[in-house]
């Protein structure tokens, strides 16, 4: 499958542990987009990053959140202190050319982050 | 403030017949837009694009229709069959700013093709 990759699928935690998202892009992509679906919504954009680098995190809120995509590896998004408004679909997306190019992004299947 | 808005949830048509899915948006700086359809538990898998240089986009049984006046698009889909049964979302870009990356998507509209 050489498709965008996200693990876990599922993933519970309790309210004020962390959770890790993790997303492995198309290779050879190295443009890595978060995007965030809650429930009866729209996907909502979060942050962009190239390798080692954040472009935009705009989309992601200042406390509790933060992503990156080092050298190797895949791209992280982290949430610490989880609380239950943190329950969502988080996708992952990646394209093959910088922006300024209408390319369409490539989705993972997402990861289901529950907050007990 | 909803930029991209899917004013209809859902739809349900028969299978062989159009389906006509429509989508409008508020932001004029959009010029690049998409069509994202989404099965249940997976991620959205794009389907088609148009530039607002064009008013027409077709790609087999899939047209995007783009009436930039009206701030309107359209997604036709013809004839439909029961594997397009799914969500559709469509999402839209600005070029203006270098941050035509951001994908603005709406709610999305819930399509069923009856056999």
């Known amino acids: 499958n050489a498709g965008v990759m996200q693990n876990p699928r599922h993933l519970v935690r309790r309210r004020g542990q962390e959770a890790r998202l993790r997303c492995s892009p198309v290779k050879g992509h190295s443009h890595v987009y978060w995007y965030r679906q809650l429930p009866e919504e729209g996907l909502k954009f979060m942050v962009y990053l190239q390798k080692e680098n954040i472009i935009d995190e705009s989309g992601m809120p200042k406390e509790r959140f933060s992503a990156e995509f080092p050298k190797e590896g895949p791209s992280i998004l982290r949430i610490q202190q989880v609380v239950r408004g943190d329950s969502a679909a988080y996708f992952c997306?990646?394209?093959?050319?910088?922006?300024?190019?209408?390319?369409?992004?490539?989705f993972g299947d997402g990861t289901r982050l529950s907050i007990l | 403030d909803q930029q991209v808005k899917q004013n209809s949830p859902s739809l349900s048509v028969q299978e062989g017949r159009i389906s006509i899915l429509n989508c409008d948006y508020t932001n004029s700086m959009f010029d690049y837009f998409l069509w994202y359809k989404k099965y249940p538990a997976e991620g959205p898998t794009f389907l088609i694009s148009?530039?607002?240089?064009?008013d027409k986009n077709e790609d087999g049984r899939f047209t995007v229709f783009l009436n930039k006046s009206a701030k309107h698009l359209s997604l036709h889909i013809v004839p439909s069959q029961p594997g397009d049964s799914a969500v559709y979302f469509c999402a839209a870009s600005a070029k203006s700013g270098g941050s035509n990356y951001k994908l603005t998507f709406g709610k999305g509209t819930l399509l069923t093709v009856n056999p």
């Open positions: 148009i530039s607002s240089i064009k």
């Open positions: 997306a990646s394209s093959p050319v910088p922006p300024g190019y209408n390319q369409p992004q490539h």
